[in-house]
């Protein structure tokens, strides 16, 4: 590229560089209307990324956003859906895979987009952070499933047992009311009690996931996602072995279901396919041997 001008870009043509395909394909689950995205992204690992972070991380959030964005026809502040990432690496044998629940209420243009692009740029830091060696990228395959509304559902109260023995498993009676409707229902979930825990009583605190608070990323915001190296969810030290890469990729997948909190221990308890659950609840129990 030789100038970047307000009218249009100037370079000269020649040979590809090494490159990998791109391709991001979002549904609109209330319509069925389908909008996808492919480009080819050029893998400057080799000559030492020039660029700083590789191309990866501004070209999946950009597109993500974009589509995320167009597919909808619309700017709801209340959306929900979910986004699954296949990331294909020459030197891995299986793709690193990673899916990921939202449940967003917000303002803005697509205040999803923002989300969605820092897990895709995330996920590009980690590839980035390998410090043993270049991974090359084959292919990048980002999916969308998207519908208008918030699928949220509010924990207001939880009953079960007074009593358990340590390892037994119980059943407790979640009530929940729905958010746009108010509707009541309730579901029930199994916990077991560990071994581990002192007899006596204690308070078993159930504790959802809260909505996911988005943001609608502008040209700037995309570029310091690109620069910082994703979106800060991990927090791990950069992997050591390759294998490694694509564990912390999948680890990205975040739990957003209902976590039970027993004596200091937290367990994941239940996680609903359809809805967020949010908010909090306490029920006692006294654990016998």
């Known amino acids: ?46 000559v030492g990324d020039p660029a700083g972070p590789s191309l990866l991380g501004l070209a999946g959030a950009a597109a993500g956003a974009d589509v995320a964005t167009t597919v909808l026809g619309g700017a709801p502040a209340r959306q929900s859906g979910e986004m699954c990432v296949a990331i294909t690496l020459r030197e891995l044998k299986r793709p690193a895979r990673f899916c990921q629940h ?43 499933r998207l519908r208008r509304g918030l699928r949220q559902a509010y ?16 059943a407790l009676r979640l009530k929940l009311r729905r958010v746009g409707t108010g509707v009541r229902f309730t579901r029930t979930v199994r916990l077991r009690i560990p071994r581990g825990v002192h007899v006596g009583r204690h308070t078993n605190k ?7 608070t988005g943001s609608d990323p502008s040209e700037e915001e995309l570029v310091a996602i690109f620069q910082e190296g994703g979106g800060g969810a991990t927090e791990q030290p950069p992997p050591d072995t ?3 890469v694509r564990d912390q990729i999948e680890d990205l997948a975040r739990y957003v279901g209902v976590t039970a ?12 396919p359809a809805l967020r659950i949010s908010g909090d609840a306490r029920v006692a129990v006294t654990v016998r041997r």
């Open 1 to 46: 590229m030789t100038n970047d001008a307000l009218d249009a870009v100037a370079g000269r043509l020649g040979a590809r560089p090494p490159h990998y395909p791109l391709r991001v394909t979002a549904r609109d689950l209330d319509t069925g209307r389908v909008r996808s995205v492919s480009t080819l992204v050029a893998d400057e690992g080799d």
């Open 102 to 144: 939202y449940a967003v209420n917000a303002t803005g243009p697509n205040p999803l987009a923002g989300t969605l692009g820092a897990d895709v740029a995330d996920a590009a830091a980690i590839i980035d952070g390998y410090e043993f060696g270049v991974l090359h990228p084959t292919s990048v395959e980002v999916g969308l």
């Open 155 to 170: 924990l207001q109260h939880v009953t079960g047992p007074a009593r358990a023995r340590r390892g037994s498993t119980i």
């Open 206 to 212: 159930l504790s959802g996931t809260d909505v996911d």
């Open 242 to 244: 390759v294998a490694g």
């Open 261 to 272: 909190t027993i004596a200091g221990r937290q367990i994941r308890t239940y996680r609903d």
